[in-house]
């Protein structure tokens, strides 16, 4: 299949492209380089260097004749968020109509894949993992312009006739993920510890989160290319695991001493989040196959790597 990957310079659509081609699909990234770099980009994906909003896209997408769209390409620093809105919603609101009409016009897309957010969507976790089917809640800007694409993405996909595939990921974590941002606790402690210096945690450190490795995300996504029917997707491990404690697995895996420092909470931040994975275990049989344990161990290794 020839499949276009938005965000595909990225962290996660990295490495969605990277199984992509190992199945032997043909793999075009577009990507504007924002946040993404072309070292992430497997040798054999073409790349298209071009913004999600720009007018263009409508002509590539004709030109290109995709069977598949895999969008990852967004705004997703929750803080930018809350202090440009208009800034968030015209990448991941407009981005997003502009990537659904190409993909519609173009007539050739058959399924339209669009990685969403668990973590930013359901409110406070009080021990009942959310399911799918639980009322949402964003909080902040970026939750609400995913809700609001989620919504796009079903209008569209009935307009022009193609299958969606709605994927809410929890907190990814694993290799290449941006360490100079403020998301991804992991990579930013890694690096931290690294350069020698104390990272900081928010508030007390006892807040949780529901943490996949980047490889379990792109099994996904490469299952679901034999999946023919609409589905919205929970994407999650359902462990809870609070920021203290990864915090200590990282000092293991780079048997490190340095002690973090402790910042003023994030306001607004609920104090736990987790989400069901029930319906990705019954209709696919997945389960997530690396253990935080491993995951991290993984990633330690790969920024040791880039340092060499
Ligand atoms: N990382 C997580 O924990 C997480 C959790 C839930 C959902 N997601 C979603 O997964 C997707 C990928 O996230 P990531 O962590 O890999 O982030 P990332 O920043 O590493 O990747 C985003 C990619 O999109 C590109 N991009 C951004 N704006 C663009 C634009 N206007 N036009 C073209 N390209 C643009 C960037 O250059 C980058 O390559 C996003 O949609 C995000 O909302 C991520």
Redesign the pocket.
């Known amino acids: 299949m020839k499949i276009a990957i938005?965000?595909?310079?990225?962290?996660?659509?990295?490495h969605i492209v990277d199984s992509y081609i190992q199945q032997g699909h043909t793999v075009v990234v577009?990507?504007?380089?924002?946040?993404?770099?072309r070292a992430?980009i497997h040798p054999k994906a073409s790349v298209i260097e071009?913004?999600?909003?720009?007018p263009e896209l409508i002509s590539i997408f004709e030109k290109e004749q995709f069977d598949v769209v895999n969008?990852?390409?967004?705004?997703?620093n929750l803080r930018v968020s809350t202090e440009k809105p208009t800034f968030d919603a015209?990448?991941?609101i407009l981005?997003t109509i502009n990537v659904l009409e190409a993909a519609g016009k173009s007539g050739s897309v058959s399924q339209f894949i669009?990685?969403?957010?668990?973590?930013?969507l359901y409110g406070e976790f009080t021990g009942q993992y959310f399911t799918e089917e639980d009322e949402v809640s964003p909080q902040a800007p970026?939750g609400i312009s995913?809700l609001s694409a989620e919504y796009y993405v079903k209008y569209f996909a009935k307009k022009y006739g193609f299958i969606y595939s709605i994927?809410?990921?929890?907190?990814?974590?694993g290799p290449?993920?941006?360490a100079k941002?403020e998301?991804?606790v992991v990579s930013i402690f890694i690096n931290t510890i690294l350069d020698n210096k104390k990272p900081t945690i928010n508030g007390l450190g006892n807040q949780t989160r529901d943490y996949?490795f980047?490889a379990d995300i792109a099994s996904v996504n490469t299952l679901l290319l034999t999946y023919k029917e609409n589905i919205t997707l929970n994407i999650s491990c359902e462990v809870e695991t609070s920021v203290n404690d990864i915090y200590k697995e990282i000092q293991i895996a780079t048997v490190s001493n340095i002690e973090p420092n402790f910042g003023t909470p994030i306001p607004g931040e609920v104090m736990r989040s987790s989400c069901s994975n029930s319906k990705l275990k019954t209709i696919f049989s997945w389960s997530p196959s690396t253990t935080l344990n491993d995951g991290i161990q993984q990633t330690v290794e790969f920024f040791v790597s880039q340092r060499q």
């Open positions: 938005t965000g595909g310079a990225g962290f996660i659509g990295s577009l990507d504007n380089f924002s946040s993404g770099s992430n071009i913004d999600i909003t720009s969008h990852h390409a967004a705004q997703l015209t990448v991941n981005g669009f990685a969403s957010t668990g973590g930013a970026y995913k994927l809410r990921y929890t907190n990814v974590y290449r993920q941006n941002g998301a991804g996949v980047v």
